[in-house]
Nanobody, 117 residues
Framework: QVQLVESGGGLVQAGGSLRLSCAAS????????MGWYRQVPEKQRELVARITSGGSRNYADSVLGRFTISRDNAKNTVYLQMNSLKPEDKAVYYC???????????WGQGTQVTVYS
């Protein structure tokens, strides 16, 4: 059974930082590309950051220079360090695992991030 469990969300003042974690089980973690997405009500889920199985990273323009994605294959965990948070970063953040060339595509339950000014 595949599980992606996010943690680290919360309430933070604008300019502050949070670190999200996503612990994976039931998958061969090192084979998977891992991503963080976010969603606000009545809008589509959008990609925030992604790290491939080989370690290549890409980011949404809106978070470039402020957020950093990383992974620890020994711990089956992906992280999202979020600095200089803005009110517009408020959303539910979801962890995603995807194995290229396979139908495997999994989501966590989401963690709420709220930024107040």
């Amino acid at each position: 059974q595949v599980q992606l469990v996010e943690s680290g969300g919360g309430l933070v003042q604008a300019g502050g930082s949070l670190r999200l974690s996503c612990a994976a089980s039931g998958i061969i973690f090192s084979y998977n590309d891992m991503g963080w997405y976010r969603q606000v009500p009545e809008k589509q889920r959008e990609l925030v950051a992604r790290i491939t199985s080989g370690g290549s990273r890409n980011y949404a323009d809106s978070v470039l220079g402020r957020f950093t994605i990383s992974r620890d294959n020994a711990k089956n965990t992906v992280y999202l360090q979020m600095n200089s948070l803005k009110p517009e970063d408020k959303a539910v953040y979801y962890c995603n695992a995807n194995r290229r060339g396979y139908y495997d595509n999994y989501w966590g339950q989401g963690t709420q991030v709220t930024v107040y000014s």
